[in-house]
């Protein structure tokens, strides 16, 4: 991959990169961005790594780096260290009342022929009784564990 950014960190730029490694104090990721900074500088405080190198090191993709390096040369430092914002939030689609008619349901009378209620009778159930077009069992699973509600 051809090296068509290069960084280069003002003394003040390094010094805020180096307090953020030293601290402690952030995401892992705003960790690692920083710590791939400071090795690709090609100021005047060292020779930077080449980018295979600060990736090997740092156990993240050259990809990654190049462009965390793309960021930092045309949107500057703040810009480099934070993540990207989804592009679309996530929709929500199992919510309280999804939960709370889960749980009736897992309450009430199995269907006839089963003892009692399994993960997948209920999501089946669900599914049936259009609460949802679809469900996985792990969802149902997971909802259930969350409002304590056992199937016993």
């Known amino acids: 991959m051809a090296n068509r950014y290069k960084v280069t960190l003002s003394g003040e730029e390094r010094d805020q990169l180096t307090e953020l490694i030293r601290s402690g104090k952030s995401t892992t990721a705003k960790f690692i961005y920083a710590r791939a900074l400071l090795l690709c500088d090609a100021g005047e405080f060292g020779e930077s790594w080449k980018v295979a190198d600060v990736a090997a090191a740092l156990g993240i993709t050259a990809r990654t780096i190049e462009h965390l390096k793309e960021r930092f040369v045309e ?6 260290l934070a993540r990207k914002p989804q ?3 996530r929709e929500v689609v199992f919510d309280g009342e999804f939960d709370a008619r889960l749980t009736a349901l897992a309450c009430s009378q199995a269907p006839a022929g089963y003892q009692r209620w399994t993960v997948r009778l209920l999501a089946d159930k669900l ?3 259009k609460i949802v077009d679809s469900v996985s069992t792990m969802t149902v699973q997971r909802s259930l564990k969350k409002t304590n509600c056992g199937l016993t």
Do not use: D, N, T, Y
């Not at 949107?75 to 480099?80: K, N, R, T, Y």
């Open 75 to 80: 949107q500057g430092l703040e810009i480099a």
């Open 87 to 89: 592009r679309k939030p």
């Open 127 to 129: 599914v049936e009784l």
